[in-house]
C-alpha cells in the first residue's frame, strides 16, 4: 500500500507562485510514475502533468504547459509541482498520484494511477 501526502497549497495572487511537495511511502519511489491531478468542486478531475520513474520523461497539457514543471528526487521519496504564473482558473485541489509499474512512463489517464494523496487546496485569486 502506497501513502502519498501533498502539502504546499494556499492562496496566491495571479501571477504568483507555489510549490506543491508531495511524500510517498510504502514500496520503493523508483517504481512510481508519478502524476498531479486538479480537481474543482463539481467538475472531473483534470490530469495536469505527469513524470515518470526515472525522471527523465515530463509531459503537461497545453493549459499549464510553459508554466507548471514536474520533478522528482527518488533518494527523497518525493515530487514537486512548480506553479508559475498562476491563473485563478487554476484553482482547485490539487492531488499527487502515483502509478506503479516495471516500465518507465508518464502518463495522462487517470485511470492508470492506483495511489492518490488527500490533496492540497490551490486558490488564485484575481
Known amino acids: 500500500q502506497v501513502q502519498l501526502t501533498e502539502s504546499g497549497g494556499g492562496l496566491v495572487q495571479a501571477g504568483g507562485s507555489l510549490k506543491l511537495s508531495c511524500t510517498g511511502s510504502g514500496m520503493p519511489f523508483d517504481r512510481l510514475n508519478m502524476g498531479w491531478v486538479r480537481q474543482v468542486l463539481g467538475k472531473e478531475r483534470e490530469w495536469v502533468s505527469c513524470i515518470s520513474q526515472s525522471g527523465i520523461k515530463t509531459y503537461y497539457p497545453d493549459s499549464v504547459k510553459g508554466r507548471f514543471t514536474m520533478s522528482r528526487d527518488n533518494a527523497k521519496n518525493m515530487v514537486w509541482l512548480q506553479m508559475d504564473n498562476l491563473e485563478p482558473e487554476d484553482s482547485a485541489v490539487y492531488y499527487c498520484?502515483?502509478?506503479?509499474?516495471?516500465?518507465?512512463?508518464?502518463?495522462?489517464?487517470?485511470?492508470?494511477?492506483?495511489?492518490w494523496g488527500q490533496g492540497t487546496q490551490v486558490t488564485v485569486s484575481s
Open positions: 498520484a502515483a502509478s506503479p509499474n516495471t516500465v518507465d512512463y508518464c502518463t495522462s489517464r487517470l485511470s492508470d494511477y492506483k495511489y
